[in-house]
């Protein structure tokens, strides 16, 4: 199985600040990487398809790079909704797999 | 709109088995592969397997090989997950999730199911 590790694991914020998240995939998955933004209680938002491709309906702030092994999500200008927990998911090959999870707190 | 709505909240004992449902609306059923996957409270989140909605084959992550089923029901355009042999461990909200792009196995998981709380406790 691919394994895919994300850092840091917690990160405190200011709103306004840039915040950068990244993801290591243990083998090269070219740009199959995907974000999830999930709120408490709710199930996970795609933000971001195949390394760099924003959502629908997902704001400009959000945006993505990367490709091989490392991968980040940056957020340029936090936002109060954006204390949420983020997750990478690799979809080169199965079983897909997950990151475990950043979670952005207010400093 | 594509929406996936899943049955509501279960409490088991250990060692029975769990049923939920994923209507799907909004979309061919047919042509997106279905993922279930679950979170334990406080957790990550863990890969089940998939179904694909078209011919029903499936495809379970090693650690749910002989414990989980996969079935859909096209003429209501329903995928099931029955997670067998429950013990406490598996405590967790349950999600069917739709893959982005059609015909595609692996992919990301575009749309989402409300989730189903599953609690397994004596």
């Known amino acids: 199985d691919i394994q895919m590790t994300q850092s840091p694991s917690s990160l405190s914020a200011s709103v306004g600040d840039r915040v950068t998240i990244t993801c290591r995939a243990s083998q090269s998955i070219r740009t199959f990487l995907n974000w999830y933004q999930q709120e408490p209680g709710k199930a996970p938002n795609l933000l971001i398809s195949?390394?760099?491709t924003l959502q629908s309906g997902v704001p400009s702030r959000f945006s993505g790079s990367g490709s091989g092994t490392d991968f980040t999500l940056t957020i340029s200008s936090l936002q109060p909704e954006d204390f949420t927990t983020f997750y990478c998911?690799?979809?080169?090959?199965?079983?897909?797999?997950f990151g475990q999870g950043t979670r952005v707190e207010i400093k | 709109q594509v929406q996936l709505v899943q049955s509501g909240a279960e409490v088991k004992e250990p060692g029975a088995s769990v049923k939920v449902s994923c209507k799907a609306s909004?979309?061919?059923?047919?042509?997106?592969?279905m993922h279930w996957v679950r979170q334990a409270p406080g957790q990550g989140l863990e890969w089940m397997g998939l179904?694909?909605?078209?011919?029903?084959?499936?495809t379970y992550a090693q650690k749910f090989q002989g414990r989980v089923v996969m079935t859909k029901d096209t003429s209501t355009s329903t995928v099931y997950m029955v997670l067998y042999s429950l013990r406490s461990e598996d405590t967790a909200v349950y999600y069917c999730?739709?893959?982005?792009?059609?015909?595609?196995?692996?992919?990301?998981?575009?749309?989402w199911g409300q989730g189903t709380m599953v609690t397994v406790s004596s």
């Open positions: 195949s390394a760099s």
């Open positions: 909004g979309y061919t059923f047919t042509t997106y592969y």
């Open positions: 179904i694909n909605p078209s011919g029903g084959g499936t």
């Open positions: 999730a739709r893959v982005h792009s059609s015909g595609r196995a692996i992919d990301a998981f575009e749309i």
């Open positions: 998911q690799q979809s080169y090959g199965s079983p897909p797999t």
